[in-house]
């Protein structure tokens, strides 16, 4: 099991931007995927980005596409996630997740087995 730290949410004002953070802990290795996922109040966790490990191929959620960016850094084996021009409706807690399986799910919760708290990120209009 992989421990991961979300950083960088916060309360922002709508257009502005944001990067999150993610960083593992303690026992660690490469995944396959790596991604970021949100939650808003009364609505079920849904994805907003990931990155594939050895060749860095990124996707988005349409919501996102234009505006987020997925990035990862070898080194540190930490993702981060890019947000700009935020809107209202990005407000959620913002979940970074690893796939340590080979899976084709690298979209979907069901591909992710590695989690972590979240980071709270609130735009305001």
């Known amino acids: 099991q992989v421990h991961l730290v979300e950083s960088g949410g916060g309360l922002v004002q709508a257009g502005d931007s944001l990067r999150l953070s993610c960083t593992p802990s303690?026992?660690?290795?490469?995944?396959?995927?790596m991604g970021w996922f949100r939650q808003a109040p009364g609505k079920e966790r849904e994805f907003v980005a990931s990155?594939?490990?050895?060749?860095?191929?990124?996707y988005y959620a349409d919501s996102g596409k234009g505006r987020f960016s997925i990035s990862r850094d070898k080194a540190n084996l930490s993702v981060d996630l890019q947000m700009n021009r935020l809107k209202p409706e990005d407000t959620a807690i913002y979940y970074c997740?690893?796939?340590?399986?080979?899976?084709?799910?690298?979209?979907?919760?069901?591909?992710?087995?590695?989690w972590g708290q979240g980071t709270q990120v609130t735009v305001s209009s």
């Open positions: 303690g026992r660690t290795f490469s995944p396959y995927f």
């Open positions: 990155i594939s490990w050895s060749a860095g191929d990124t």
């Open positions: 997740a690893f796939a340590t399986k080979p899976t084709y799910y690298y979209h979907d919760t069901e591909g992710f087995d590695n």
